[in-house]
């Protein structure tokens, strides 16, 4: 960890090099960002107006299913605060192989996918071996890491972007390993993880999207839900939790809840890791074997199990009716661990890079907290 | 990144070779353990009974001000759930320095301590390099890995324990560091981080604690406070932001407070960094000079670094008033962000270590679900 961690910052240092110059000129001199620190009662936020890309065409919210081809969600009412560079990260790819195609729309399900035929152990798009998927993995993970931070830093300086990773699988399908190995490359404190669970009686009191609302992403961050919205159109489908045409009219709620969160700064990156039957006898076989794993058992698993055909055409239908253009899903194989979070850090990276972030410029005037900074360096030094 | 997860898999795979025989008979077969699966609407949890320590001493709950020697908090109310082992998490430490004496008594503030003559720069206990301090740091970051799987384990089995940091220092002091390097080490799913800015307009209309009880760590989490309740006996008493007498009552609130967590079974680890002005004036004139660190600065930063004094004043009655038996305070020379970053593993580490995790036994019947299990071995299989 300490190894990785000092690589990382030598990367980091000289990606940085290039940007160490004369900083811009201050647009204002208000005190103050959007820092919350206590010590800070009196804070000017600066009010900045839309700044929509200059190249990019307005978003498409048609909720076409099966959309082979999707483009990114582009933001509609979300802020970007000025930014002195946009430069993508720097990264040595040293020995880091390549995708022989690009598994984001690779893994998008387009005209008649059928996910009964879905080949759970395969890695398309990658050629290289595991070690391979390991090297390109530590340097995404740096990419990923900086690119957090810019988003972090973007949102706390009155952006209003986040991106949501939302990931749906059946029990043992690596959901959980993704949070860690994945998110777990970046700093804590630019992730917010939710997951959903059977809903609370308070919950069921609600719109099935209200609980999700109330778990969005702060601006800023990297979201992840462990399960999601889609649990209300698979097990409510499965076990017929609701009348068929509320179950019915979920899957258009959902298309337009998702094109409401994109149209307000989240980019939406929706993955369904897929296991096999046999894989997930043994993972299970595995759980119930090793004492320290019991825990991680449910006896509900099983019975989820059984339904085995019936989640698969609930799966199915999500496909069919919520891979939109502006949220599209990835249906990744999971059979081998290693893979399915290769691909799940591709494309959270991808979407991260296609924020083109900067570093916001500062609000303050810089030459004035300088002077007042130096007038200051021998304070402390007296009092202490 | 990908070269320290194997190498934390190797270890891990190591130190379970003796667990993987048969596990113990499960106790009772209820179905379902306190996971929340969305398709599990049923679950039985089990009610279990305190189950206090065998040996240890019952809590001492006096707010002694200055004890030299802390020991543990030991919950009351807490709830541990039975477990099949406690042993130690086996950890390679070849190479890895220790200290020459350990780190937490040495930085209680004990007795006549005074932070106006506190060392930022000193290295108490460590005489070994920044490069065998990163050694450790990675041989730490396995150990705390597992120990914070097992705490997670625990909550989900009905168990009520966990462990919460407060982190106190002044603006550029590293808190974000902490955050990022050392809970950056264990899976984010078992992290729970909340930083505490300038009070909001609804938390001011409650009592000081309010906002603090509300941001507590879910049970089974390592919590992180970054800024905390601290903040309204610190800027609060250098602003002067209350009147006396009712800031003259926060640190018995607090010192009760604390004690009620341990009593519920949460372990407290305090930790003040302290950095010198010297220090501060290189770290802020560095954000200044980098327009990618500009988004850190706030001019306000500046005000508060103008009441240095004040501050040191402040946080030594902090010290002096609620560095209790079963909460002391650790005060971190942090002019060296790599030591405050050991010292910080190491404690949370010993927290952790000091609760005797084992791995939760399992609440169904172990052998009727493997026997389940092999009925739907192919169950899936002709299925899809």
Not at 70 to 81: L, Y
Not at 116 to 125: C, E, N, S, Y
Not at 283 to 304: C, I, Q
């Amino acid at each position: 960890m300490a190894q990785s961690t000092a690589s990382k910052k030598a990367a980091k240092a000289k990606g940085k090099t290039g940007k160490n110059g004369k900083p811009e000129k201050a647009k204002n001199g208000k005190a103050g960002m959007s820092k919350t620190e206590p010590d800070k009662a009196e804070e000017a936020k600066p009010s900045k107006g839309r700044r929509p890309g200059p190249d990019k065409p307005a978003p498409d919210k048609s909720t076409a299913a099966k959309a082979t081809k999707a483009t990114k969600p582009e933001p509609t009412d979300a802020v970007e605060p000025d930014v002195y560079t946009a430069d993508p990260v720097e990264v040595t790819r040293e020995g880091a192989k390549d995708w022989s195609e690009p598994v984001g729309p690779l893994l998008r399900p387009g005209d008649g996918f059928d996910l009964a035929t879905f080949d759970a152990g395969a890695t398309p798009g990658w050629d290289g071996s595991e070690k391979d998927a390991e090297r390109r993995m530590a340097a995404l993970g740096e990419e990923l890491s900086e690119l957090q931070e810019r988003l972090y830093a973007e949102g706390r300086s009155g952006g209003s972007r986040s991106v949501l990773l939302v990931l749906q699988g059946l029990d043992t399908s690596g959901k959980g390993g993704i949070a860690r190995h994945v998110l777990g490359m970046v700093d804590p404190q630019g992730v917010a993880l939710r997951s959903f669970g059977v809903p609370t009686l308070q919950e069921r009191e609600h719109h099935f999207l209200w609980r999700i609302r109330n778990a969005l992403p702060p601006t800023g961050r990297i979201g992840l839900f462990d399960r999601s919205h889609y649990e209300d159109v698979l097990v409510a489908v499965v076990d017929e939790l609701a009348p068929p045409e509320e179950l019915d009219a979920r899957y258009g709620e959902i298309n337009d809840f998702e094109a409401e969160l994109a149209g307000s700064g989240t980019t939406i990156v929706k993955v369904a890791l897929v296991i096999s039957p046999q894989e997930q006898y043994d993972r299970l076989h595995e759980r119930l074997e090793r004492p320290d794993k019991h825990w991680k058992f449910s006896v509900g698993d099983l019975a989820t199990r059984a339904k085995w055909p019936q989640y698969t055409q609930a799966y199915q239908r999500v496909f069919d009716r919520t891979s939109t253009e502006g949220a599209p899903w990835h249906v990744v194989p999971a059979d081998n661990k290693w893979f399915s979070r290769l691909v799940v850090t591709e494309l959270l990276t991808q979407a991260l890079r296609d924020l083109n972030l900067g570093w916001p410029v500062a609000d303050f005037d810089v030459d004035a907290a300088r002077a007042a900074l130096e007038e200051t360096k021998d304070q402390g030094t007296t009092a202490s």
